[in-house]
């Protein structure tokens, strides 16, 4: 099984993952266009959404993923007290690392992480309905590829007998201010 390292901007936060990922996708919903914004505030924390607006996440199994160093310095936040979805953050340099939900098998890792180096294209975009931009062709969206982003995802749970950890849902948590 393949092994990729990637790590936040200054190299305090490393991850380790392991096989290929899930799906690779660029998200448009409002949701990741706010916590983009948010995150886009912090002092020195790299650009999140791509030109078109979107936001590329690599998708890989929980149980997949390790972090290898700088735990102490992860910090998430939620787009409000009654979220579920936390957005994880490396507080030594302000990179977005990971959004994680609450219950689920999968951590979608920001493609910055990747440095431009091998990061994986997205296979889809989905909600699309909430872009604010024009969006080319050159990435599939709509009703077939949100079907197959679902069933890859529940294959992926079943592959890990329907069980699922926290990654870093007990890191500290952080307000970031819309």
Not at 73 to 98: D, K, S, Y
Not at 108 to 130: E, F, K, V
Request: charged letters at 20%; proline letters at 5%.
């Amino acid at each position: 099984m393949s092994v990729t390292t990637v790590r936040c901007t200054c190299g305090k936060v490393q991850l380790e993952l392991r096989g290929a990922p899930i799906i690779v996708s660029e998200c448009h919903c409002h949701s990741c266009r706010e916590a983009a914004r948010r995150i886009g505030q912090l002092p020195g924390a790299p650009a999140v959404t791509e030109d078109n607006g979107g936001t590329h996440f690599v998708l890989y199994r929980k149980d997949r993923v390790s972090i290898t160093s700088g735990f102490e310095q992860l910090r998430n936040f939620r787009l409000g007290p009654e979220r579920q979805t936390r957005r994880v953050i490396a507080g030594c340099c302000n990179t977005p690392v990971l959004l994680e939900f609450k219950g689920g098998h999968w951590a979608s890792l920001y493609g910055q992480l990747w440095h431009g180096q091998n990061l994986p294209a997205p296979d889809l975009r989905t909600m699309t309905g909430d872009s604010d931009g024009t969006l080319d062709d050159s990435v599939p969206a709509g009703r077939w590829a949100t079907t197959k982003f679902y069933g890859r995802l529940l294959r992926a749970w079943a592959a890990m007998g329907f069980r699922s950890r926290g990654l870093a849902l007990e890191t500290p948590e952080v307000v970031l201010e819309g």
